[in-house]
C-alpha cells in the first residue's frame, strides 16, 4: 500500500490533486449510516406526524443537494458533474433509528466517495434537525464507505 497522500506536495502542503490525465470512466459509490432514535420518535416520523414535516422526504432531499455541493464543503473535492444520487431511509426496530444510504454516480475522472458520504452525513444531520424537538439523545453511527467501483483503484467493498 501507497502510505502518501495525494493531497499533500512535497512539502506536505495541502493541494488539490491534479486528474487532468486521468481517464474518465464510470464510478460509483455507496455510503451508508444510522440514526439512532426512541422508539416514540421513529413512530412519529413513520406516521408522518413530525412537527416539521415529512422527515424522510426533507432527509432525502437534503443528501441529495449535500452531494451536489460537496466540492464547496469540502475544500480539496474535486467539482463532479453527478449523474445520479439516490438516498434510501430504512427504518428499524431493534435498535430503534433510521439507516441512511446514499448511492453517488458519476462518468468522471475522480471518484465520487466524498459526495456518498456527504449526502448520508447531511441527511442524517436533517433528520435531527427535524425531530430535535422531540428526541435531543439522537445519535449518529457508522458513517462510512460501503462500496466504490471504478477509476484506478478499481473495487472496494468495505468487510
Do not use: W
Amino acid at each position: 500500500m501507497n502510505a502518501r497522500l495525494s493531497h499533500l506536495n512535497e512539502k506536505g502542503e495541502a493541494r488539490m490533486v491534479d486528474v487532468s490525465e486521468k481517464a474518465v470512466t464510470a464510478r460509483t459509490a455507496v455510503a451508508e449510516g444510522f440514526v439512532s432514535m426512541m422508539p416514540e420518535t421513529l413512530d412519529l416520523i413513520l406516521a408522518g406526524n413530525a412537527p416539521k414535516g415529512d422527515v424522510l422526504a426533507t432527509a432525502r432531499i437534503a443528501g441529495i443537494m449535500a452531494a451536489k455541493k460537496t466540492a464547496e464543503l469540502i475544500p480539496l473535492c474535486h467539482p463532479l458533474p453527478l449523474t445520479q444520487v439516490t438516498l434510501d431511509l430504512t427504518p428499524s426496530r431493534d435498535p430503534s433509528g433510521l439507516k441512511v444510504e446514499a448511492t453517488a454516480k458519476v462518468e468522471g475522472k475522480t471518484g465520487v466517495e466524498m459526495e456518498a458520504l456527504t449526502a448520508v452525513s447531511i441527511a442524517c444531520l436533517t433528520i435531527y434537525d427535524m425531530c430535535k424537538a422531540v428526541d435531543r439523545a439522537m445519535t449518529f453511527s457508522g458513517i462510512r464507505l460501503v462500496e466504490k467501483t471504478g477509476g484506478h483503484s478499481g473495487h472496494f467493498r468495505a468487510p
